[in-house]
């Protein structure tokens, strides 16, 4: 071991065996146990592979970066160790011989001095300072050590460059807005280095060791040994004095220093975690301080000297505790140079903190309750109750609300018009948690459904087979939500539906006279209807002069035809017209009507036309002409091949004409089976020479 490090700790041994620990109240009641982490116990270079089995000489400090990687600086072997969360150690920087002044190279194949502290950064470099040059160093992410501040000379920090000023004794770093805070252990100072600049500030300390710090100026007062820094989310910086004084102070952006906390038994490391200020102390305690009222907790380490002892954290000698890191469960990793490891302080399970209610709703004789669970106390929760009355805990059922940690359950059995507290805790296996603040809430019945009030004026316009209808909504201040409206014709039966808009096309029969009523929709049920409209008269279609360009096809209850021939019947098939609507149906060339037909409630109709009986040869077209449901023209055709008069066709056909073939080949049949007769009757007795001798045979 360097005999700085041995300086280091030999701080430490002299309050160890003359000071105790403060006595204050127990944080946590010290419900911690202690286990080994990482380090075999004995000092050594450490081997890569994994951790738990490669030697750890002197741990002084430990840092985990965001990717849940424990940085551990090994001051017996002058190397800097990562451990991944899977547990495989590796060397980042130092060959395991001490050799101090390093200046540039690969960092694992450079040998190093002794590392204090350690600093990974979010973009997988890191810091570290060495002890025995005062250096301070940057290891980039491809693994190359350069040298950020300290000329290798120790002495006194200077504002300046920081590469042209002396360091001697770096302690724990800290990084905050793009700099470093460095407390400089031998000169009592505190300096602030610009990474972007590089230029080194002293915010705090005299450059003289020795003498209790002095409120005011920070520049203006003595350090006695700084060694251990933590910065709180304001920017506050706080620094361990760690011999003679045995406090903590804080120096503040503004740069005034203030005692925060005394009467310390060499405070050493400090680590914010979760809002909270931690803190080891040479004599044998990891604690947590308060740092506005000076309270102070321990919860780890008995006091007394010896070796550590795995179990009740409380009861283990921890001496000469250093640094400090918590990952991502909250466990706390603890270096411990003298024992040469690296120990974690699991908080036992506790009962879980109290829920937060975020929203109680009235329901009919209950309430709906939603609440945002608190810690489980590192243990999993079993059930959540609640209780209305503030005695009573029933069993509380819930599901999880959104995407966050939010829970939602219903109580019943409430009775309506009497007001309540509601309040919900969590039960894990240690036991009752603590409940949560109480939220009134009084059930009450649901009020009856109410439907909307009737629209307004309603205003019907005759179209060709159709209606087309508007009216207003309802005045503002309507009972109930509206979720469309309903116009219906009459007669009958021809209705449409909107889910908003104001107006919409009914199917209509041409020359009918219409009335039209409106309802608005809710999920209450409709209004009482708005209407009647003026009376209107549908009109009819006109047949237009040409067949209209259209791609719609008529169909037959025969398929698709091709031919025809006068004075034939043929049932056309039309679809997608309005419900409800007229159809005209009409014969081209000339345009010559064969009637109209109504649409059904789909808007599909069938009609049986006669081709005239004195239609030309040739080919002509069947049109069918109407609305679609939204008012606009639609036409279908089907267009044929009418056969001269003298064809001998009884039915419209499809593809070829089959039934000349079908003639011929009964004629064929019939001439066949003459023949066969003839034949048989010049044959004496009942077989045919047509089978072979022995076939069976029925003629």
Same mark, same amino acid.
């Given at each position: ?35 080994? %982490? ?24 430990? !840092? ?43 960092? +694992? ?13 979010? @973009? ?7 002890? @025995? ?41 800290? &990084?905050?807005?793009? +700099?470093?805070?460095?407390?400089? *252990? ?22 003289? $060791? ?30 361990? !004095? ?35 200020? /931690?803190?080891?102390?040479? +004599? ?77 709703? %009235? *329901? ?21 109750? &609640? ?9 509380? !059922? ?21 007001? /309540?507290?509601?309040?919900?805790? %969590? ?47 309802? %005045? ?80 037959? @209850?025969?398929? @698709? ?18 419900? /409800? ?6 014969? /081209? ?14 808007? $599909?109709?069938?009609?049986?036309? !006669? ?89």
């Amino acid at each position: 071991m360097t005999s700085r490090v041995a300086r280091l700790l030999a701080a430490g041994a002299l309050p160890l065996l003359t000071a105790a620990i403060p006595a204050p109240a127990h944080a946590d009641t010290g419900d911690y146990t202690l286990a080994y %982490a990482y380090g075999t116990g004995s000092p050594g270079a450490a081997t890569p592979g994994p951790a738990s089995q490669s030697a750890i000489a002197a741990p002084l400090d430990v !840092t985990f970066d965001a990717s849940g990687n424990l940085y551990v600086t090994a001051s017996g072997s002058c190397q800097i160790d990562k451990i991944t969360p899977g547990g495989t150690l590796s060397v980042v920087a130092g060959t395991g011989t001490c050799t101090p002044g390093a200046t540039s190279g690969p960092a +694992a194949s450079t040998a190093i001095g002794t590392p204090g502290s350690v600093l990974p950064m979010a @973009d997988g470099s890191l810091y570290f300072g060495e002890t @025995d040059t005062g250096r301070l160093y940057k290891v980039s992410t491809g693994g190359q050590l350069s040298v950020i501040a300290g000329t290798g000379t120790p002495g006194a920090m200077t504002t300046g460059p920081a590469t042209s000023s002396r360091l001697d004794s770096p302690g724990q770093l800290v &990084y905050s807005d793009g +700099a470093l805070y460095v407390p400089e *252990r031998e000169w009592g100072q505190v300096g602030r280095i610009d990474l972007a600049s590089g230029q080194l500030t002293v915010i705090a300390g005299t450059g003289t $060791n020795g003498g209790p710090p002095v409120p005011g100026p920070a520049t203006s007062s003595p350090l006695d040994h700084p060694v251990g820094a933590a910065m709180d989310a304001s920017g506050n910086l706080y620094v361990t !004095t760690a011999v003679m004084d045995g406090q903590i102070v804080k120096i503040t952006p503004g740069g005034t220093l203030s005692v925060a906390k005394s009467a310390l038994a060499v405070p050493l490391g400090l680590r914010f975690h979760a809002g909270e200020l /931690y803190l080891t102390e040479s +004599a044998g305690a990891v604690s947590v301080v308060d740092p506005d009222t000076g309270s102070i907790g321990t919860f780890a380490g008995s006091g007394e000297p010896g070796g550590l002892v795995p179990g009740p954290a409380m009861n283990s000698p921890i001496n000469v505790p250093y640094g400090m890191a918590f990952d991502a469960s909250g466990t706390l990793f603890v270096s411990v140079p003298p024992q040469h490891r690296v120990i974690q302080l699991n908080p036992a399970p506790r009962v879980p903190a109290a829920p937060t209610i975020t929203s109680v709703t %009235a *329901r009919n004789q209950g309430a709906e309750v939603t609440f945002t669970p608190g810690s489980d106390g590192g243990s999993t929760v079993l059930q959540y109750e &609640y209780t209305a009355d503030g005695t009573t805990w029933h069993e509380f !059922t819930t599901t999880a609300t959104g995407s966050g940690a939010a829970r939602t359950g219903t109580i019943n059995g409430l009775t309506n018009g009497q007001a /309540y507290t509601v309040r919900v805790r %969590a039960v894990n296996a240690v036991g009752n948690g603590d409940p949560s603040a109480g939220s009134q809430v009084t059930p009450a019945a649901p009020a009856e459904p109410t439907v909307p009030d009737a629209p307004g004026t309603v205003t019907a316009t005759a179209g060709v087979s159709s209606i087309t209808v508007s009216w207003t909504a309802p %005045a503002p201040g309507s009972n109930a939500e509206v979720t469309g409206y309903t116009a219906t014709a009459s007669p009958g039966p021809a209705t449409c539906t909107t889910t908003g808009a104001l107006t919409c096309v009914l199917g209509a029969t041409a020359g009918t006279t219409y009335a039209v009523t409106v309802v608005a929709n809710s999920d209450a049920g409709p209004s009482s209807p708005a209407g009647p409209s003026a009376p209107v008269t549908a009109l009819a279609p006109a047949a237009p002069a040409t067949v209209p360009d259209t791609p719609l096809t008529l169909t037959t @209850d025969q398929g @698709d035809i091709s031919s025809t021939r006068p004075g034939a019947q043929l049932t056309v098939i039309g679809t997608g017209f309005a419900a /409800y609507s007229t159809v005209e149906v009409t014969l /081209y060339s000339a345009p010559q009507s064969l009637g109209t037909a109504v649409t059904d409630a789909s808007g $599909n109709f069938t009609k049986t036309v !006669t081709v005239p009986a004195d239609l030309t040869a040739g080919a002509h077209t069947v049109l069918a002409q109407g609305v679609a449901p939204d008012g606009t023209a639609r036409a279908m055709k089907l267009t044929v091949t009418v056969a001269p008069p003298s064809s001998s066709a009884a039915l419209p056909v499809t593809g070829d004409p089959v039934a000349r073939t079908a003639l011929s080949g009964l004629l064929a049949l019939v001439g066949g089976a003459a023949l066969l007769l003839g034949a048989a009757r010049t044959r004496p007795g009942r077989h045919s020479r047509l089978l072979p001798t022995g076939a069976a045979h029925n003629f």
